[in-house]
């Protein structure tokens, strides 16, 4: 949503479920895609696209935190 663009692309949508779960393809980082991102929602973007669950939030209030403090800065 912040690319306006998907974060893997395929002919298919079982090539694009191989692309999600296959940990040697790496994302676009979306400041890439989106220079005009800040690194914060960049960051916080990465931690939510992770491919292994414990890069990603554990819960729903620690993303709520990050995003109230991108708000604040």
Not at 10 to 27: C, F, N, P
Request: net charge positive.
């Amino acid at each position: 949503m912040v690319t306006g663009r998907v974060p893997y692309e395929g002919s298919t949508s079982i090539e694009v479920m191989r692309k999600h779960a296959d940990k040697r393809i790496q994302l676009v980082p979306p400041g890439q895609i989106n220079p005009g991102l800040s690194d914060g929602l960049v960051a916080v973007t990465l931690k939510l696209m992770a491919k292994d669950r414990g890069d990603r939030y554990r819960h729903a209030d620690d993303l709520i935190l990050d995003l109230r403090r991108l708000l604040r800065d």
